[in-house]
């Protein structure tokens, strides 16, 4: 079973990935630096780094659906 501590929602919107806040920082629609070809990768197994622009802190993406990703720690 999946832990949902260690998921995030986003959001696409015009091509571009977005998140309705930080995490750690708590910004407000934050653009991720993920386009949204890449979630079929991640889903079929390829591990993604993702840096936050915002506050810079990485999160690893190992796994993705339509509404959420999944991390590699917990974000809640």
């Not at 197994?45 to 999160?59: E, I, N, Q, W």
Request: glycine share 2%; charged share 30%; hydrophobic share 40%.
């Amino acid at each position: 079973m999946i832990p949902f501590s260690h998921t995030w929602p986003y959001d696409i919107i015009s091509g571009d990935m977005y998140v309705q806040y930080c995490p750690f920082c708590d910004k407000e629609n934050v653009l991720l630096p993920m386009k949204p070809k890449e979630l079929r990768l991640v889903h079929e197994g390829k591990k993604k780094l993702l840096v936050f622009p915002c506050c810079k802190a990485s999160l690893t993406v190992i796994d993705t659906d339509a509404d959420y990703l999944l991390f590699d720690r917990d974000v809640r």
